[in-house]
């Protein structure tokens, strides 16, 4: 059973296209995030919801707009893409806001 | 504001031999402080967490690490390195703003 499952694994597209990334927790965990890795696997925090409400919204772009359906889902939309935009972005959850997360298997996205 | 300094980029050893990543934290207070596995092209995976209790955490796969107030250290040790072991490994520390800050990672060669 995949505590945290996001799709796709891999999204290639062209850049001014919007695409989304939906990710879904079945641990009954109360808060998700999205994380951003860069080509050097550096892993920075996006935005982190509790309970459906947005808690933390790093300096990220405004194209990137995250949507919490229920507390088991969050999705990242992402308008015109650019091709910095090219990273893994990985979901995760955790029980509360101050203690470990578990993460998904990340999402490759390639803007070309 | 908490933070984590990986002190080396990379680290070879060669199997059997023992393992040391090492860590440095920063936090005005005792921090919760974890470590994170990913291997090749896969997710994140929790290795173990110290969260005020017990100083030397043992975690999964052979793995522990030692939290050392007096040298601001979480470093992660394992007695005997597998082929299996080879990864990025991330120091992580929970902020006051309640969110995961990783250390920029630490890449582990094990060689026959």
């Known amino acids: 059973d995949t505590a945290v499952s996001q799709t796709p694994k891999y999204l290639v597209t062209q850049m001014g296209n919007d695409k989304s990334i939906k990710c879904e927790q079945n641990l009954g965990h109360d808060t998700m995030y999205w994380y951003k890795q860069d080509s050097k696997k550096f892993l920075k925090i996006m935005f982190s919801y509790n309970n459906k409400e947005l808690i933390i919204n790093e300096t990220v772009p405004n194209r990137f707009s995250p949507k919490s359906p229920d507390k088991a889902h969050l999705n990242l939309h992402i308008n015109s893409l650019e091709l910095g935009d090219s990273a893994v972005y990985f979901c995760a959850s955790s029980q509360a806001t101050i203690t470990e997360a578990f993460f998904g298997q990340g999402t490759r996205l390639t803007v070309v | 504001a908490q933070s984590v300094t990986q002190l080396d980029s990379h680290v070879s050893v060669s199997e059997g031999t023992p393992v040391l990543l090492r860590c440095n934290y920063s936090s005005s207070y005792s921090p919760s402080l974890f470590w994170y596995v990913q291997h090749p092209n896969k997710g994140l995976q929790l290795l173990l967490k110290?969260?005020?209790?017990?100083?030397l955490v043992k975690g999964i796969n052979g793995f522990e690490a030692e939290f050392k107030k007096s040298e601001t250290s979480f470093h992660l040790t394992k007695p005997s390195a597998h082929m299996s072991d080879a990864a990025e490994y991330f120091c992580?520390?929970?902020?006051?703003?309640?969110?995961?800050?990783f250390g920029t990672g630490t890449r582990l060669l094990v060689s026959p």
């Open positions: 110290y969260t005020s209790a017990a100083t």
């Open positions: 992580v520390v929970i902020t006051g703003f309640q969110k995961l800050v």
